[in-house]
């Protein structure tokens, strides 16, 4: 499946911002994915996940309760929404799937990746 990661962009601390990843090629009905993110400087860590019958879903401590993942089958999207976003959040962040019915922390159990898109919250 391809994957294309969008909606990131520049936000003043405390707004929100909406990520999709949108697929291609196959429908993401089939997919666990994962939204992970890399900070400047900093490894590249998984941020949300969610399992293939939405049965399971992760997120990292520090976005419980300002993050949802959702899962969109009309669209093929799996959307990322972010709210109260501080300076904290900036970085690249990338979806992930792999064909199973789990998800997983390690980027290097999925099998597809979408290019990346920029959050950047800063006043």
């Known amino acids: 499946v391809q994957l294309q990661a969008s909606g990131g962009g520049t936000v003043q601390p405390g707004g929100s911002l909406r990520l999709s990843c949108t697929a291609s090629?196959?429908?993401?009905?089939?997919?666990?994915v994962g939204w992970f993110r890399q900070a400047p400087g900093k490894e590249r860590e998984l941020v949300s996940a969610i399992s293939r019958d939405d049965d399971s879903i992760y997120y990292t401590g520090s976005v419980k309760g300002r993050f949802t993942i959702s899962r969109d089958s009309a669209k093929n999207t799996v959307d990322l929404q972010m709210n109260r976003l501080n300076p904290e959040d900036t970085a690249v962040y990338y979806c992930a799937a792999v064909q199973s019915p789990y998800w997983y922390f390690s980027w290097d159990e999925y099998e597809d990746w979408g290019q990346g898109t920029l959050v950047t919250v800063s006043s």
């Open positions: 090629g196959s429908t993401l009905i089939y997919y666990a």
